[in-house]
């Protein structure tokens, strides 16, 4: 893993930061999926550590070919490629196929484009089962929620779209949740 994770860091990609990846190993241990979808493939560095810290089976999407291939090759390498399917395309359409299929999971990692997670949480929850986890990296934003001055035209509507699923997460009756403020912080919701 450790080559996996200089690779992504060399070529730019971005991956699950440290402290949070030994979170979530440690949640998937406790948590003992049978079902996880992950949102953002990357190059499987993410999905082989949910693998190999469960048995479960593993639906992850990534829209960009060369890394969905890469991150192919690299299930193979590290010989999880029996419990994974990778879909190639665009989160939002592939997670609406997954729901008219019926599919449902037990555990959900999401790390994709931050305006968007109000967008998906929604969708997300549908294809959630009853006691069953979400993992929302990246919700703080690199500080910039703490930080208006340093908010800009750019990034406002991430930071207001950002702001927008934490507000969703909080008033949310059907889950509990905690936000957690190391690396980047994420967010981790249980369904009742
Ligand atoms: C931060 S990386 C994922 C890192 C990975 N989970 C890990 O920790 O090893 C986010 C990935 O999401 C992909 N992505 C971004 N927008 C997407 C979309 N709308 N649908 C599917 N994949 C998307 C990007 O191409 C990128 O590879």
């Given at each position: 893993m450790q080559k996996l994770k200089q690779y992504a860091q060399q070529n730019m990609i971005p991956i699950v930061r440290d402290k949070t990846a030994g979170i979530l190993v440690e949640l998937c241990k406790s948590a003992k999926p049978t079902r996880i979808l992950e949102i953002g493939?990357?190059?499987?560095y993410s999905g082989i550590m949910m693998l190999k810290a469960t048995d479960a089976k593993l639906v992850t999407i990534e829209k960009n070919e060369q890394r969905a291939e890469e991150a192919r090759l690299n299930f193979k390498k590290y010989g999880v490629e029996n419990r994974v399917e990778l879909k190639v395309g665009d989160a939002l359409d592939e997670i609406v196929l997954l729901e008219r299929s019926g599919q449902k999971f037990d555990f959900i990692f999401f790390f994709f484009p931050k305006g968007q997670y109000f967008r998906y949480y929604p969708l997300l929850k549908n294809l959630l089962t009853g006691g069953g986890t979400i993992f929302a990296d990246n919700v703080d934003l690199l500080g910039l929620l703490d930080s208006?001055?340093?908010?800009t035209h750019k990034n406002r509507a991430m930071v207001n779209n950002m702001k927008k699923f934490i507000q969703m997460v909080k008033d949310d009756s059907d889950i509990t949740y905690e936000f957690y403020h190391i690396d980047d912080g994420f967010c981790v919701c249980k369904k009742k």
């Open positions: 493939t990357a190059i499987g208006p001055q340093r908010v």
